[in-house]
């Protein structure tokens, strides 16, 4: 399997061979040029590790609660002040567009979504503040 840059080191060498100097250079700049729009996005790993809030749940009375970005709670529970807190993670569903938040460890039931009930492999993304409240997650005290 070649990589991308040997990829186009074996493109640039064919059209060197068939065109002119000048069409090799238009075809070189408009490469370039693609590579900058390319390379000046987020990377999507991490994007979907980005998020403006941290998600918990605790595994003993089922409180779900959340935080700014820059605040973590310890692992004791606020509402029933057992050290089972956990933090969630989110896995997206891409058929039916839902969120199915977990915590990151402690939960050994199969990744499935909520709604449709199909696996979610290869789907984590960190859960936003309105993600969190939409699940039920109250603002940690």
């Known amino acids: 399997m ?34 900058l729009l390319c390379s000046c996005s987020k990377q999507a790993g ?10 918990y749940l605790c595994l003993k009375c089922g409180a779900k609660l959340y935080t700014p970005r820059t605040v973590f709670i310890d692992p004791k529970c ?6 089972t807190l956990m933090r ?11 969120l199915t938040i977990r915590p990151q460890r402690g ?5 499935v979504c909520d709604i449709c009930q199909s696996p979610l492999a290869n789907a984590m993304r960190m859960p936003r503040e309105n993600e ?10």
């Open 2 to 35: 070649q990589t991308l840059d040997q990829l186009l080191n074996t493109v640039a060498k064919k059209i060197m061979n068939q065109v002119s100097l000048r069409e090799a250079m238009s075809f070189a700049l408009a490469l370039l040029f693609a590579g």
């Open 46 to 55: 991490t994007e979907v590790m980005d998020s403006d809030a941290n998600g």
């Open 78 to 83: 606020p509402k029933c002040q057992e050290d």
């Open 88 to 98: 969630v993670t989110g896995y997206y569903c891409e058929e039916d567009k839902h």
């Open 107 to 111: 939960d050994t039931k199969p990744i």
């Open 132 to 141: 969190l409240k939409s699940w039920g997650a109250q603002k940690a005290p």
